[in-house]
C-alpha cells in the first residue's frame, strides 16, 4: 500500500522523501505554496531529480500536491476567482514536474446558493484546465462547513459531468470530511463505497486523506484528529486499510504532529500492520 502524511517539502523534495522514508512513509502530500497566501518557491530541477531518484529506489508511491486554501472557485469576486484560476492552472504546470497528483478545494459559493457555486466552480476547472498540462487534479470532497461546494456525491458527480476534459479529473476522498458530511463509513464503510461507485464510479477515486474525526456523523464540520482520538476510532481504521478499494492509492495522513513526526510514524506502522 502507499501510506504517508502531509509533511513540508522546506528544506526541498529529497529532504522531504528521505524524512517519509524514515517514519515508514512510501508518499507523502505538500502543499504548492504558502497555504494561506499566493507565493510559491521555485522549483530546483537538481533537487527534484535526486528525489526522483530516491523515489525510486524507495518504491514510493504517487506524491500527492495539496493546493492553498486561498483559492476559491466558487467566488463570486471576479478579482478572487481569477486568482483561483490562475493559480490552480500554475500548481498543475508545478504538480506535473514534481510528478504528483493535484488536491483542490472546490471553492465555497458564499451565499450565492448551491447552483450558482456549482456553475461557478465548472467554470473555473475548464479555465484552468484548458492549457496546463496534462496530470490529474482531484477534487476533494467536503464536510458541507458554511457554503462548501463537493460535500455530496451527487455534488462531485455534477462538478466532473461539467468538465471537458473529463480524462483530467479525478476524487479525493477524506474520511474525516466524509463522516462530517453525514455519511456513515464507520458502521457501514462498504455501503458509503458502493454509493461513491454508482453516483461517481470508484474508477475516479485517486487518493484517501485518512484522519479521525473531532465531531460526530453530519456535524459539517471539518476538524482532523490523531487516530484513535475522533468519534471514527482505530478499529475503523484496521477496516480501512483492510479494504481492497484503497489498495493501490495513496493513502494520505493529515492528522496533528509534532516536529519529530512521532505521531505519524507511530499511525504509519499501525496502518501499514493492519493493512496485511
Avoid at 478579482?79 to 493535484?102: M, N, Q
Avoid at 509534532?258 to 499511525?267: A, G, I, T, V, Y
Wanted: glycine share 10%; charged share 25%.
Amino acid at each position: 500500500m502507499f501510506i504517508g502524511a502531509h509533511l513540508s517539502i522546506s528544506k526541498g523534495f529529497k529532504a522531504t522523501v528521505m524524512l517519509a522514508h524514515e517514519i515508514g512513509a512510501n508518499t507523502f502530500q505538500f502543499f504548492t505554496r504558502n497555504p494561506r497566501g499566493s507565493k510559491a518557491k521555485a522549483l530546483d530541477d537538481k533537487d527534484l531529480a535526486d528525489s526522483m531518484s530516491l523515489r525510486r529506489e524507495y518504491g514510493f508511491g504517487p506524491l500527492v500536491a495539496h493546493t492553498p486554501y486561498t483559492i476559491n472557485l466558487g467566488a463570486s469576486n471576479p478579482d478572487t476567482w481569477e486568482f483561483a484560476v490562475s493559480t490552480l492552472k500554475d500548481d498543475l504546470i508545478r504538480a506535473e514536474k514534481v510528478g504528483a497528483l493535484l488536491v483542490v478545494h472546490p471553492g465555497s459559493h458564499g451565499g450565492q446558493g448551491i447552483e450558482y457555486g456549482l456553475s461557478r466552480v465548472v467554470d473555473g476547472l475548464n479555465r484552468a484546465l484548458a492549457d496546463s498540462g496534462e496530470n490529474l487534479l482531484l477534487l476533494e470532497a467536503m464536510s458541507g462547513q458554511g457554503n462548501e461546494v463537493g460535500s455530496t456525491f451527487e455534488e462531485l458527480n455534477q462538478l466532473m459531468q461539467g468538465v471537458k476534459k473529463r480524462g483530467r479529473v479525478g476524487i479525493a476522498l477524506d474520511t474525516c470530511h466524509l463522516y462530517g458530511a453525514g455519511y456513515d463509513l464507520k458502521n457501514d464503510l462498504d455501503g458509503v463505497l458502493a454509493s461513491f461507485d454508482r453516483k461517481i464510479g470508484l474508477k475516479y477515486l485517486h487518493a484517501l486523506h485518512i484522519n479521525d474525526s473531532e465531531t460526530m456523523l453530519g456535524s459539517h464540520r471539518d476538524r482532523h484528529a490523531n487516530l484513535g482520538n475522533g468519534s471514527l476510532g482505530m478499529e475503523f481504521f484496521a477496516k480501512v486499510v483492510k479494504n481492497p478499494v484503497f489498495k493501490q492509492i495513496p493513502l494520505i495522513l493529515e492528522t496533528p504532529d509534532d516536529s519529530e513526526q512521532s505521531h505519524h510514524k507511530r499511525e504509519i506502522e499501525f496502518l501499514k500492520k493492519n493493512s496485511r
